[in-house]
């Protein structure tokens, strides 16, 4: 299933087809930076700890990410193609794979 770029919003968990979990952390113009987990992830069943420790965030266009292929996924008991992170949890999804520059150099540009 592809995501319709409207359905792309920062703060938002969504999960590949290939097991890869990505949180969005910020968006600008067409442009997005995303914390991507490792592919093959074991299903989470409650957001206890996010999955992108030690992963490089990446940024692409809006259009990029929604091409990929994602699947509905169940957590904290509710399926849906995507899933709100709480302030917290967004916070630690950016320090896990040390964003917070290039999100503040999106968010200037």
């Known amino acids: 299933m592809k995501l319709k770029e409207k359905q792309v919003e ?3 968990l ?4 290939a097991n890869q979990y990505r ?3 910020a968006m600008k113009g067409e442009f997005i930076i ?3 987990s490792v592919e ?4 989470l069943t409650a957001m206890a700890k996010l999955p992108f420790e030690n992963q490089p965030f ?3 266009r809006i259009e990029t ?12 008991g509710v399926e849906a193609i995507k899933h709100q992170l709480t302030e917290s949890q967004l916070a630690e999804a950016i320090a896990q794979c040390n964003a917070k520059a290039a999100i503040a150099a999106l968010l200037a540009e």
């Open 40 to 43: 093959g992830e074991k299903r």
């Open 65 to 76: 990410f929604a091409k990929k292929d994602y699947q509905l996924f169940e957590l904290n």
């Open 23 to 25: 949180a969005v952390l």
């Open 10 to 12: 920062v703060g938002y």
């Open 34 to 36: 995303y914390a991507p």
């Open 14 to 17: 969504y999960l590949t087809g």
């Open 58 to 60: 990446k940024k692409c």
